[in-house]
């Protein structure tokens, strides 16, 4: 992988590790929902608009109906996995679906990226992606996941009360909705990669009209609750222009490194964002055992170093 590409990514990480910081904030106010997305969503409209413009005379009239029909999958994909993430959300506990949704993500991703896109893929890269996945999964408290599952399974010869009936049917609907989060993921980032690399579009102004064409994907959920969004956005304005600001500015950055990278090699990578997240003083998943992290964290280092520095570029 170029060291340009590198760099774009690790950026990219920094900046997923803020603004996921500010909407985990977010999440726990007033309208942080669908409500809070839609917001941010008008926001990003309107703060990219500048950029945007600055494209499009230039990209807009090359795009034909691939282009678009690229474009329109992309947003309707992307909110739908931002549904079934919210799903998820509500029927599980978080320190399930988002290490299953985070760590499967890269996997499924690395495979879609060699069938679809015909990248190749090494011993080396494979080692890689299986570090990054695997620091994720521990930085994410995945092993206390799996111990409650195998005390739950042990559990299951005796009678259950309720309590422990409702947590096993939370867990296995946590790692139904994570896994389904993971393979949204894993579409939209070979969607967008074939977008950007077969296609040759430009990452801003991909990004740009995928987010416009969100809002009318978005708007029928809170069409009954519209009167909320001025209040919620009193509330809320600085972690909606924290979102708005630089969720675009990181994605842009993956993928203009998809420009010069792999899609296979540069998945993984974007895992290096939850790594920030924890080093900057985020609990994204509730408590987490030092040591854990620290082991996660090698894992994170060397799975990149690998997919840097361990495999030959086409």
């Not at 409650?148 to 422990?164: I, K, M, N, Y």
């Not at 987010?211 to 600085?238: D, F, G, H, S």
């Not at 950055?253 to 899609?263: C, I, K, Y």
Request: glycine share 10%; net charge positive.
């Amino acid at each position: 992988m170029p060291l340009s590409a590198l760099a774009l990514v690790l950026a990219a990480a920094l900046l997923h590790a803020v603004w996921n910081l500010a909407a985990k904030r977010a999440a726990g106010g007033p309208g942080g929902d669908h409500r809070f997305a839609f917001l941010s969503a008008i926001a990003t409209t309107v703060l990219w608009a500048p950029v945007a413009l600055w494209f499009a005379p230039t990209e807009l009239p090359q795009w034909g109906a691939l282009q678009w029909g690229a474009v329109v999958l992309s947003a309707i994909v992307h909110v739908v996995y931002y549904l079934t993430l919210l799903r998820g959300y509500r029927e599980a506990d978080l320190t399930v679906v988002y290490p299953v949704a985070r760590g499967s993500a890269p996997l499924v991703t690395a495979a879609a990226a060699v069938i679809v896109l015909g990248e190749a893929m090494t011993l080396w890269g494979v080692a890689g992606v299986l570090g990054v996945c695997g620091g994720v999964f521990l930085i994410a408290g995945g092993p206390a996941m799996l111990r409650s599952a195998l005390t739950r399974s042990v559990g299951s010869v005796a009678v259950l009360s309720a309590d422990q009936a409702a947590q096993r049917q939370r867990l296995r609907a946590g790692l139904g909705w994570g896994a389904a989060t993971g393979a949204l993921i894993a579409l939209y980032s070979v969607i967008d990669g074939y977008a950007i690399k077969v296609l040759a579009m430009g990452p801003v102004l991909f990004d740009y009209v995928c987010n416009v064409l969100r809002l009318p994907l978005q708007a029928p959920l809170v069409w009954r609750e519209r009167a909320t969004l001025p209040a919620i956005w009193r509330v809320q304005w600085k972690h909606v222009l924290t979102v708005s600001l630089l969720g675009p500015l990181a994605y842009i950055l993956v993928l203009t490194a998809l420009q010069s990278a792999p899609l296979s090699h540069v998945a993984p990578m974007r895992e290096v964002s939850l790594l920030f997240a924890a080093l900057i003083g985020g609990r994204l998943l509730g408590e987490q055992d030092r040591g854990l992290r620290l082991a996660g964290a090698g894992c994170i280092a060397g799975g990149v170093l690998l997919l840097a520095f361990g495999v030959p570029h086409p």
